[in-house]
Every structure is written in C-alpha cells, then in structure tokens.
C-alpha cells in the first residue's frame, strides 16, 4: 500500500488534492467524502473539535483499511487524510477519497473506510462545547463494515 495515501495533519484538508490521489485512468467513479465539524451535538453546541492521534500508529491503520479495500473491492483505491489540532465549525476534520471502477463498489468502499476509520484508528476528539468539554475516543456504530 502506498504510504502517501495516508496522512495526518494540521492544516486546513484539500479536498481536491486528497481527490487526485484515489483518481485513476481505470477508474470510473471517485467520491470524496468530508467529514466535518458540525455546531449541534445531541442538543449541544459546538463551538469547536480538537483531535489528537499517535501519527505512527494512526498511518498504520489508515494502510490497513486501505488493504482491506484493496482485497475486498480489487483495483479500488483509497486515500485518507485526517485533521489533527483545533477545527472550527464547518471545517474538514477527514477527508476519504476512494475511486473504482465502477460506482457501486466506490460506494461500499467508502462507507467501509469512514466505519473502520471510527474503529480502529487511535485518532481522538475532545468535543469543545459552550458549556463543557468531553474527550471521545474510537466511535463504534450498528453497522459493521467487515460483515
């Protein structure tokens, strides 16, 4: 798997550029899926995020999902970047680019990547609200993406 698929940083996400690495000539469909901060949680506000990540480790299980795609969903392709640092209201905490052949397998390949993204990359969050703060850690949901 290509390291330069994965990234983590501190500045603002290109979407575009996150893009351009999951495009291919084979490939027929590419989605770019943004996640983002967003103001109301559960009937909170939210006035910011801040993540923090052990980088290496984090690189490690972004490769892994890509992996996963790749024997999964063959000639698909994925690219991962995750904000690490403050990120206001309305800005991209991740961005996941996946491309494939077809736009059936760039759907499921995509929503498999968020999922395990949720699961197992030590990436966590500490939700700033008007009244408080919690740190989250790794989000599991009712769907599985390995089923």
């Known amino acids: ?7 983590i940083t501190e500045e603002t996400i290109d979407v ?4 351009a690495k999951a495009i291919a000539p ?12 967003r103001e109301w949680t559960h009937g909170k506000r939210t006035v910011l995020l801040e993540y923090e990540a052990y980088a290496p480790m984090a690189l490690k299980a972004m490769a892994k999902i890509g992996e996963e795609i ?6 698909a392709r994925c ?5 690490i640092g403050r990120v206001d209201v309305g800005e991209a905490s991740v961005v996941i680019a996946v ?9 499921e390949a995509s929503r498999h990547a968020i999922e ?3 699961q197992i990359v030590p990436i966590w969050k500490k939700e ?8 989250k850690g790794a989000q599991t949901g009712p769907w599985n993406p390995l089923a």
């Not at 798997?1 to 990234?7: I, Q």
């Not at 084979?26 to 770019?32: K, M, P, S, V």
């Not at 700033?128 to 740190?135: A, I, L, M, P, S």
């Open 1 to 7: 798997m290509n390291d330069a698929m994965f990234e």
């Open 16 to 19: 575009a550029r996150v893009s």
């Open 26 to 37: 084979e490939q027929g469909a590419t989605l770019a899926f943004i996640g983002t901060t």
């Open 70 to 75: 790749d024997s999964r969903w063959p000639g």
């Open 79 to 83: 690219a991962i970047t995750h904000r």
């Open 99 to 107: 491309s494939a052949p077809h736009r059936d397998v760039c759907y």
């Open 116 to 118: 395990r993204l949720k």
């Open 128 to 135: 700033v609200w008007e009244d408080g703060t919690e740190w």
